[in-house]
């Protein structure tokens, strides 16, 4: 977020009206035109860099400006705070002319500004390849005094990432050498650096000391990225450098030519010694370039893994260990995968690194590589790796979470890795509460990690619990909000609780005995300690005064759209056992909710469509539910709570209640529904003198008036009572009661549906055919071939509605 400051020039460089842009370009054009430019033009550049930056939309500048800029830009004499605003401004503005752009060779600072405009325009390949040449051809070149390559290692980074095929194969071995050299080869002597010797000396230079590590000490080996000194050489700077884009070098070009066709077979039999030879000066300067270069690269990353260990002075110096160690064992993982003789190799300092780390939450973040690296080679190597997964999926999400960065590249390691852990490690899938947690206080950063990741977790024998978790995901956001709190608290507020006492607030709950086991489980690392908790009803009340927080108002935003996922998930696989099991936990939670606003009306929205899914695919279990469902339906404050739930409900039960679905299916049971279903519509249709009569919305009286002449329809004793209640709803409708309830629409809904009905049912023949269809009714040739029965029957009726259009109820 912007501050308010911010935001206001945002909205100005937004909304500035053409004519004041017009009189603004005019300005630049002057600034420009001068030979010496001050404070004011770095201003109107920045302005002007805001302007064309602000809006989607690029801004066409007046071609005097923009040659302004493109002259700013390519002359190698003007200042470098000049040239990175032009340079900025021109990206903003393309496509723009770049006919000077191209020509212009100038300092390699210069022609580094020029690349990243002429990049900015596409991935056009003659563009990208024009570039590269032009890098190339400079990073061969020996360079001037008091100019530097190091500018244009970005460029080349940039080349490989829009078009890695513009290079050729003699540019690739090219920069491999290169690289071998700027990484193995820098100085471990200081830079140059000129100081002022005082007021009776002149100046003088510093004679170079030596390059330290972190904990001070004289550097033993090669300089590395964690080597330390006042000023640094040009070729220790091209060092750091290339350490920052070996990895995107290795990716894209060291898939192939590694000279060694027999390797895979070779590495598992004499791996070990394949790696000492190829440990060895002198063979390793035989090898082809890609293939050294993948040498170099080994070297260095064990290098840095041994150099963290140092105990740093800085803590920024720390900081920069533990960015390391993460690029070292990434770096270490690609060359393993392109050259599995290395793995040997490798094993032996990723072991130890983790042995060092496992313990140190403060390098949590490096752990991921180390587990990447065990999850794609430990089966090579053939060691153990359950320590390390088991380490990851219990303790990164479980006491980290609350950590952005840290939450986001966890769940990304495990989407990208998502097969190979459902296949590979067991635990994976039994870790989803810990694996909730950071979904649950990060929910919209994470919510389309989640998406993606939420398939693979869901299982026959996990989707019940998944199912109970992602309703009370809002609760464990609470519950983790608590836990921090609690930790965080001074050691005088916890005050232990007097049992007896009531708590009144939710900290307290969380300290408290008989809410302790509640809250455990809700915090569990581990699935398979029960699908739910019997006491769910109290635990929402007790977090009741947590329900507006903005972090659990955000959990309860994102959980319909995992329950969408998870149900289209589970309809994949799901058997008769488990379809049941799931529409009696959607009875069951659509009125066991954490009460936050909006949240149950769209959780129960889902349950609405849900429902209807799994009835389709399992017809028979209106039949083997019956009990519950008869339960559900029967209750009045059911559809004060949960009206659209209900009305699916009861919308199931008249579709499906049918011998044509289920055999098992008897009149005992339909003639059951159809009492329990006309004492609700017979309550919820008295007229009483009470000014607090509860609303019932028409939607709700028609689609029960219509599941009752179903049920009606399928066991023929039932169509005198239902017609006789049918009859009297016109003077329900015409009462002054319901009048005031409803509009004139709604008393005309319920009005014609009774109608429609009751002349269905004076044919009880034709209204079981259409009330009740065959399975086979949605077959195309039920609505084509005109000889087939449905067409008659709809014939049928429209002449009975023609003959009775008279005819009306009551």
């Known amino acids: 977020m912007f501050t308010a400051g911010a935001e206001s020039l945002i909205k100005q460089a937004r909304e500035i009206q053409d004519e004041d842009l017009q009189k603004f ?30 809006t989607k939309y690029s801004r066409a500048l007046p071609e005097d ?7 700013l830009l390519c002359s190698s004499k003007t200042a470098e705070q000049f040239q990175a605003l032009s340079c900025a401004i021109l990206r903003e503005t393309f496509p723009c002319d770049l006919r000077n752009l191209s020509d212009e060779e100038g300092n390699s600072k210069t022609m580094s500004h020029v690349a990243e405009v002429t990049l900015a325009q596409g991935s056009n390949k003659d563009k990208v390849s024009s570039v590269a040449h032009r890098v190339l051809k400079c990073l061969e070149a020996r360079q001037p005094e008091g100019q530097s390559s190091r500018y244009l290692l970005p460029v080349l980074s940039k080349v ?9 194969e003699d540019q690739i071995n090219l920069v491999s050498r290169k690289l071998v050299d700027w990484l193995r080869y820098a100085s471990i002597q200081q830079g140059v650096q000129l100081s ?40 220790q700077w091209m060092n750091m450098h290339a350490f920052s884009m070996i990895r995107k070098w290795l990716l894209c070009y060291s898939t192939d030519g590694n000279g060694n066709g027999d390797t895979d077979d070779k590495s598992e039999v004499d ?29 260095y990353c064990h290098r840095l893994i041994e150099q963290s260990d140092r105990k740093a002075l800085k803590k920024s110096d720390a900081e920069l ?30 072991k130890a690194l983790y042995g060092r780390l496992s313990g140190d939450l403060a390098f949590s973040r490096a752990l991921l590589p180390i587990a990447q690296f065990y999850l794609n080679h430990s089966e090579t190597a053939a060691v153990d790796s359950e320590a390390v997964y088991r380490q990851l999926f219990t303790r990164i999400p479980s006491e980290l979470f609350q950590e952005p960065m840290l939450a986001f590249e966890f769940t990304q390691f495990c989407r990208v890795n998502v097969k190979v852990l459902r296949e590979s490690v067991g635990i994976f899938k039994h870790s989803f509460p810990n694996l909730f947690k950071p979904l649950a206080w990060n929910s919209p950063a994470l919510i389309s990690e989640y998406v993606e990741l939420l398939p693979s977790l869901i299982g026959p024998d996990t989707a019940i619990e998944i199912l109970h978790s992602l309703l009370d995901l809002p609760c464990l956001t609470a519950a983790l909000d608590i836990q921090l709190r609690s930790a ?11 049992p007896s006492v009531k708590v009144s607030s939710s900290m307290e709950a969380f300290r408290h005995p008989y809410y302790r086991g509640m809250f455990l489980y809700i915090l569990r690392d581990e699935a398979g300690t029960g699908d739910t908790i019997d006491r769910l009803s109290v635990l929402h009340e007790v977090l009741a005064d947590m329900a507006d927080s903005p972090r659990i108002v955000q959990c309860a935003q994102t959980t319909p759209i995992l329950l969408q996922v998870f149900f289209n998930e589970a309809a994949q696989f799901a058997d008769e056992k488990l379809i049941n099991q799931l529409v009696l936990v959607i009875l069951e939670r659509s009125s066991l909710l954490y009460d936050i606003p909006n949240y149950k009306r769209e959780v129960q929205r889902v349950f609405s469509s849900q429902l209807l899914v799994l009835c389709k695919l399992h017809p028979s279990l209106i039949v083997e539910q019956c009990k519950e469902l008869m339960e559900f339906s029967g209750t009045t404050g059911n559809i004060q709570s949960k009206e659209n739930f209900y009305t699916h409900v009861v919308w199931a039960i008249g579709e499906y209640l049918s011998v044509s679905y289920d055999k098992r299916c008897t009149v005992e049971q339909i003639t059951a529904f159809f009492e329990t279903l006309e004492a609700v519509l017979f309550e919820i249709t008295q007229v009483r003198l009470s000014a607090s009569i509860p609303t019932y919305s028409p939607r709700v009286i028609t689609m029960l008036l219509t599941t009752l002449s179903k049920l009606a329809s399928r066991s023929q004793d039932l169509i005198p009572r239902v017609s006789l209640f049918l009859s009297k709803m016109r003077s329900f409708a015409r009462s002054p009661a319901v009048s005031s309830w409803y509009s004139e629409e709604d008393i005309e809904e319920i009005h014609t549906r009774a109608s429609e009905l009751i002349n269905l049912l004076k044919l009880p023949s034709v209204a079981q055919f259409v009330l009740a269809p065959s399975t086979e ?22 002449k009975v509605l023609q003959r009775d259009s008279s005819f009306s109820p009551g």
């Not at 990432?161 to 513009?166: A, F, G, R, T």
């Not at 010694?273 to 080994?298: D, G, I, W």
């Not at 965080?488 to 007097?498: G, K, M, N, Y």
């Open 777 to 798: 009714g949605t077959s195309p040739r039920w609505h084509r071939d005109t000889n087939t029965s449905l067409p008659l029957a709809m014939r049928a009726i429209s």
């Open 25 to 54: 370009y005019t300005r630049v054009s002057k600034l420009l035109h001068g030979k010496d430019f001050g404070n004011e033009t770095v201003d109107s550049l920045q302005r002007l860099y805001l302007i064309v930056s602000a």
């Open 271 to 299: 791996g070990s010694v394949m790696s000492m030879v190829s440990a060895t000066s002198t063979s390793s300067r035989l090898l082809p370039p890609k293939e050294r270069l993948r040498e170099k690269a080994f070297e």
């Open 488 to 498: 965080s608290s001074q050691p005088s507020e916890r005050v232990p609780l007097d």
């Open 196 to 235: 002022s010797g005082g007021f009776f000396t002149s100046p003088r230079t510093r004679q170079p000391g030596p390059i330290t590590e972190v904990d001070g000490a004289v550097a033993a080996d090669f300089f590395t990225v964690l080597s330390l000194g006042q000023s640094y050489t040009e070729d």
């Open 65 to 71: 400006v923009l040659q302004l800029l493109q002259d």
């Open 321 to 350: 260990q533990k960015a390391c160690l993460i690029e070292a064992v990434t770096v270490m993982d690609i060359i393993c995968r392109e050259d599995p003789s290395f793995v040997y190799r490798a094993f032996a300092c990723v």
């Open 160 to 168: 490989i990432s829009l078009s890695p095929d513009s290079l050729t």
